[in-house]
């Protein structure tokens, strides 16, 4: 596959073994537009209103932080600062029948971690596309029936954080 005729990419997550390749795609494309979860603090860079940290008045303009005089808006860099990052936090279509599915796990372990997903809105039906599933499958199909009830296919590591019992694929429900 040629990189370079990439018009996306999509991060499912901040792991790295779900990043460990962008340098390189960013060598060899590095105007493409990468759709990311948004996080408060991360890899792929933010932005936080400067009232998110305790100002001390009573300091000195000298010792407090940006001078006493904070900028509006505080922006963290990315671990790939060339990058045209573009952070998701909710259901978004990003291109005619191409949506990203933006939740956040409530699991024990993978607590707050923001994941995408990639759905493909086909004549069959969706196409859905996970990372690891961290939020949960059954959140993440919930959120695409709203796009289009009918299914075609689910692809992706669909791990189960927190199950009750564990079962082998040849065990009956």
Same mark, same amino acid.
């Given at each position: %596959?040629? /990189? $370079?005729?990439?018009?996306?990419?999509? %991060?499912?997550?901040?792991?790295?073994?779900? %990043?460990?390749?962008?340098? #390189?795609? !960013?060598?060899?494309?590095?105007?493409?537009? &990468?759709?990311?979860?948004?996080?408060?603090?991360?890899? #792929?860079?933010?932005?936080?209103?400067?009232?998110?940290?305790?100002?001390?008045?009573?300091? +000195?303009?000298?010792?407090?932080?940006?001078?006493?005089? +904070?900028?509006?808006?505080?922006?963290?860099?990315?671990?790939?600062?060339?990058?045209?990052?573009? !952070?998701?936090?909710?259901?978004?279509?990003?291109?005619?029948?191409?949506?990203?599915?933006?939740?956040?796990?409530?699991?024990?372990?993978?607590?707050?971690?923001?994941?995408?997903? /990639?759905? !493909?809105?086909?004549?069959?039906? !969706?196409?859905?596309?996970?990372?690891?599933?961290? +939020?949960? &499958?059954?959140? &993440?199909?919930?959120?695409? /029936?709203?796009?289009?009830?009918?299914?075609?296919?689910?692809?992706?590591?669909?791990?189960?954080?927190?199950?009750?019992?564990?079962? $082998?694929?040849?065990?009956?429900?």
């Amino acid at each position: %596959m040629d /990189l $370079s005729k990439l018009d996306f990419v999509v %991060m499912s997550h901040r792991h790295g073994d779900h %990043m460990g390749g962008l340098a #390189y795609v !960013l060598r060899v494309n590095p105007n493409v537009s &990468i759709y990311a979860p948004k996080e408060g603090f991360g890899v #792929y860079g933010a932005d936080l209103p400067s009232s998110s940290y305790r100002r001390d008045e009573s300091l +000195p303009a000298e010792r407090r932080y940006f001078g006493g005089q +904070p900028p509006e808006t505080l922006r963290f860099g990315a671990a790939w600062p060339q990058g045209h990052f573009k !952070l998701i936090d909710k259901a978004t279509e990003i291109a005619p029948g191409v949506h990203l599915i933006a939740l956040v796990s409530d699991k024990p372990g993978t607590l707050e971690l923001r994941d995408l997903s /990639l759905v !493909l809105d086909t004549p069959d039906g !969706l196409v859905i596309v996970v990372g690891c599933a961290y +939020p949960g &499958i059954d959140r &993440i199909l919930e959120t695409a /029936l709203k796009i289009n009830p009918r299914i075609a296919l689910v692809v992706g590591d669909l791990r189960l954080v927190v199950a009750k019992t564990r079962r $082998s694929p040849a065990s009956p429900r």
